[in-house]
């Protein structure tokens, strides 16, 4: 019979669906000596609270995080709120001897994100960010292959984050729902928000980087403020773009948008070696391009591999070979590999020092941003 692992979760939003969705599939697809319990669920209004705990199972309701975050029952807290609120939720939850999950980006720039990684690490409590796209069956394999030395030596990794859900000059900033377009809750736009995934997966796949040149640009100049009612200066970035160096001497180039008409969800990476290249896209999330010029000549070309065998990354865990998983998945695997690192002793990674080194990237992105500089990556 598994343990349980008491969860108290905060938002009940996007990734407060996705989190509760994991926890609650984890234990019937994966042996593992824990199991989550969903114990309470925060929000500020009681109301959508006891709605969302009565709809997706929690056993109880809390309108306060400080209440939360000190509850005897609880042993894990999970972060699902905007970045602002990140830092001062798991510096009292490290107090308080909690496991910490918390969602990405770690903090709302590196010097918030040290503490955080210090007091975790003071505290001694297991701790973990959700950085999910390196747990598509897919990157995971990519990994692999890089891993094993197919590839060779890396010259390029191009990466891109496009959606289009911001052109209209009506939306507001701000509040529920928007506070992506604030930059007092969002700490930055589509770099922190969307960029931080690329950076993460390349650093996990390719290494550090070392330095970058970055340029941002904010298309609509001010909106109208939810909180405020009135028309306010926009302080985030609408679109990022970086090249710069790996440690490993490869070349990035980094471009993140919610400018480029048609795209919803478009995070594509492509890595080329001196042997092979790779190419991955979220919108065909369960396929691996991979072209390898080892192969025999006439029969050399792009192999469109579909990541779906009992041998391929997580996926014996799951239907029979042929059959795809989706988004939600890579969640139930961050849980499942967050579950087996309590019990191997060998945390599930990014864990926030981690996390942390992308953060050092973001910060880099918005000095060069700002100074038109080259700026080198500060080391973790
Ligand atoms: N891993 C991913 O792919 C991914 C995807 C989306 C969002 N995120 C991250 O997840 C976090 C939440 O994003 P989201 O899309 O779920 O946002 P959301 O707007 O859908 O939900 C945010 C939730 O936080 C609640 N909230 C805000 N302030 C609070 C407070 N002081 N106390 C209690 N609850 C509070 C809101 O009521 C809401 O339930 C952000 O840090 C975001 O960057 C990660």
């Known amino acids: 019979?598994?343990?349980?692992?008491?969860?108290?979760?905060?938002?009940?939003?996007?990734?407060?669906?996705?989190?509760?969705?994991?926890?609650?599939?984890?234990?019937?697809?994966?042996?593992?000596?824990?199991?989550?319990?969903?114990?309470?669920?925060?929000?500020?209004?009681?109301?959508?609270?006891?709605?969302?705990?009565?709809?997706?199972?929690?056993?109880?309701?809390?309108?306060?995080?400080?209440?939360?975050?000190?509850?005897?029952?609880?042993?894990?807290?999970?972060?699902?709120?905007?970045?602002?609120?990140?830092?001062?939720?798991?510096?009292?939850?490290?107090?308080a001897g909690k496991m910490i999950l918390c969602e990405k980006p770690l903090a709302m720039n590196g010097p918030e994100g040290l503490k955080m990684v210090e007091a975790v690490e003071k505290a001694k409590v297991p701790n973990m960010v959700w950085y999910n796209y390196r747990r598509v069956p897919a990157v995971t394999f990519a990994k692999q292959l890089i891993d094993e030395g197919r590839l060779g030596r890396i010259f390029h990794y191009r990466a891109k984050f496009l959606q289009d859900w911001t052109i209209?000059?009506?939306?507001?900033?701000?509040?529920?729902?928007?506070?992506?377009?604030?930059v007092a809750a969002a700490g930055s736009g589509v770099s922190g928000d969307l960029l931080a995934h690329c950076i993460d997966t390349a650093i996990w796949l390719n290494g550090p980087l070392a330095d970058l040149n970055a340029m941002t640009e904010t298309f609509i100049k001010e909106r109208k403020h939810n909180l405020t009612g009135k028309v306010e200066k926009v302080g985030i970035d609408d679109a990022c773009a970086f090249m710069g160096h790996f440690k490993?001497?490869?070349?990035?180039?980094?471009?993140?948008?919610?400018?480029?008409?048609?795209?919803?969800?478009?995070?594509?990476?492509?890595?080329?070696?001196?042997?092979?290249?790779?190419?991955?896209?979220?919108?065909?999330?369960?396929?691996?391009?991979?072209?390898?010029?080892?192969?025999?000549?006439?029969?050399r070309g792009w192999r469109s591999i579909h990541v779906t065998d009992g041998d391929h990354p997580y996926m014996g865990k799951w239907w029979v070979p042929g059959l795809q998983i989706g988004y939600e998945h890579s969640f139930v695997h961050q849980v499942a590999d967050f579950l087996e690192g309590l019990t191997t002793g060998k945390p599930a990674q990014p864990?926030?020092?981690?996390?942390y080194q992308t953060q050092l990237v973001l910060d880099a992105i918005l000095d060069s941003a700002k100074s038109q500089k080259w700026v080198t990556v500060a080391a973790g």
């Open 1 to 95: 019979m598994a343990k349980p692992l008491n969860i108290g979760m905060i938002g009940y939003g996007f990734m407060g669906r996705a989190h509760t969705n994991a926890y609650k599939r984890v234990a019937d697809f994966f042996d593992l000596e824990y199991r989550p319990v969903l114990k309470a669920v925060c929000a500020r209004s009681a109301d959508k609270a006891k709605e969302f705990a009565a709809k997706w199972g929690y056993e109880s309701v809390e309108t306060d995080w400080k209440k939360l975050v000190e509850r005897k029952d609880i042993d894990a807290i999970d972060i699902c709120t905007p970045n602002n609120t990140h830092s001062e939720i798991a510096l009292a939850a490290a107090a």
């Open 351 to 355: 864990d926030f020092r981690n996390a």
């Open 168 to 182: 209209s000059a009506d939306l507001p900033q701000g509040g529920t729902a928007l506070w992506r377009l604030d």
């Open 248 to 299: 490993n001497g490869s070349l990035a180039t980094f471009e993140s948008t919610r400018y480029a008409r048609g795209h919803k969800a478009l995070y594509t990476f492509e890595i080329n070696g001196e042997h092979a290249s790779i190419f991955w896209d979220l919108h065909d999330l369960h396929r691996l391009q991979y072209f390898d010029h080892r192969d025999q000549g006439s029969l």
